[in-house]
């Protein structure tokens, strides 16, 4: 089944109730960890113990703060863990001296950065156009998350996918689902 719901709402009873009756398994929230959470908070709230699986915007620890123990096992999709990089080593101490921890999209960001200065550094200009231009001609940039490389769409060449899952208030990298 495929059901929308509004972005900022709290209360997801009735949505919850149609997935019961429906006798959904898994849930797939295309959306972000904020009502998903409480989506899922209230999943369980019923006693439905259906499977959520999202994408990128969940991770992040806030999510639990709205889910409690109703996140435990929560599955989603995102990048590999940047902050575990070698080449992000530096980035993330200097961050986190500073009592900032560079989760989710922070170094995603950072290296999104250091591509753009490395094009208008090559080219010697901020021209929008020709940055995209010199970036989509494939031109390699050391960054954060080592070296990056962009196709004539614009997509990263080679990029990486894994499952997270949530236990214990964090999540974490989970290779049994890829099996």
């Known amino acids: 089944m495929y059901e929308a719901y509004t972005a900022g709402e709290k209360d997801y009873t009735a ?4 997935l019961k009756e429906a006798g959904i398994d898994a849930v797939y929230v295309g959306g972000y960890h904020t009502e ?10 019923q006693g439905l113990k259906a499977q959520m699986i999202s994408g990128d915007a969940f991770n992040t620890e806030e999510f639990w703060s709205i889910t409690g123990p109703a996140g435990e096992g929560m599955i989603f999709t995102f990048a590999p863990e940047p902050r575990n990089f070698p080449t992000a080593k530096k980035v993330v101490e200097e961050f986190k001296a500073s009592g900032y ?11 999104a950065v250091q591509m753009w200065a490395a094009a208008a550094t090559a080219l010697k200009t901020t021209d929008a156009h020709k940055i995209a231009e010199w970036l989509r001609a494939g031109n390699p940039v050391q960054t954060v998350l080592g070296e990056i490389k962009l ?17 214990d208030g964090k999540y974490a990298e989970d290779p049994s689902l890829l099996q």
């Open 15 to 18: 949505l919850v109730s149609k």
């Open 36 to 45: 998903g959470g409480l989506i899922l908070r209230q999943m369980r709230e």
């Open 101 to 111: 921890d560079p989760e989710g999209y922070t170094l995603y960001t950072y290296a």
């Open 151 to 167: 196709d004539p769409k614009g997509d990263i060449i080679d990029a990486k996918y894994v499952f997270y899952k949530f236990h």
